[in-house]
């Protein structure tokens, strides 16, 4: 069974730091994307980013504006998503998933969660004072 499993989540105040990490389960990140996903409390649920699985393709949403840097390590089966500078805004619940090439460098790709799957249970992440 395909699956992925966020971790990494947690409260922290703004200005501060958090790395989130998202482990595959029954299968090897050896094609198409992983990208990251938030949803906050009545919102719909938005890119954040996405890599290639030989991590040779990136994107990000544009409000990361440099302050997140995705990763892989393709030994580990693992993406990771460092995140600093985090605002208040950045509250939500964290999901990775995977999806194909074309989903992560489509101009509009954060709006494009129906065509990822395998998604996981996701990780809180909450930035407040």
């Known amino acids: 069974q395909l699956q992925f499993v966020e971790s990494g989540g947690g409260l922290v105040q703004p200005g501060g730091s958090l790395r989130l990490s998202c482990s595959a389960s029954?299968?090897?990140?050896?094609?198409?994307?992983i990208g990251w996903f938030r949803q906050a409390p009545g919102k719909e649920r938005e890119g954040v980013s996405c890599?290639?699985?030989?991590?040779?393709?990136?994107n990000y949403g544009d409000f990361v504006q440099g302050r997140f840097s995705i990763s892989i390590d393709n030994g580990k089966n693992t993406v990771y998503l460092q995140m600093t500078s985090l605002e208040p805004e950045d509250t939500g619940i964290y999901y990775c998933?995977?999806?194909?090439?074309?989903?992560?460098?489509?101009?509009?790709?954060?709006?494009?969660?129906?065509?990822?799957?395998?998604w996981g249970q996701g990780t809180q992440v909450t930035v407040s004072a």
């Open positions: 890599i290639s699985h030989n991590g040779r393709t990136t």
């Open positions: 029954g299968f090897t990140l050896d094609e198409g994307v």
């Open positions: 998933a995977t999806g194909t090439h074309f989903d992560c460098v489509v101009a509009g790709w954060t709006s494009r969660a129906q065509h990822y799957h395998s």
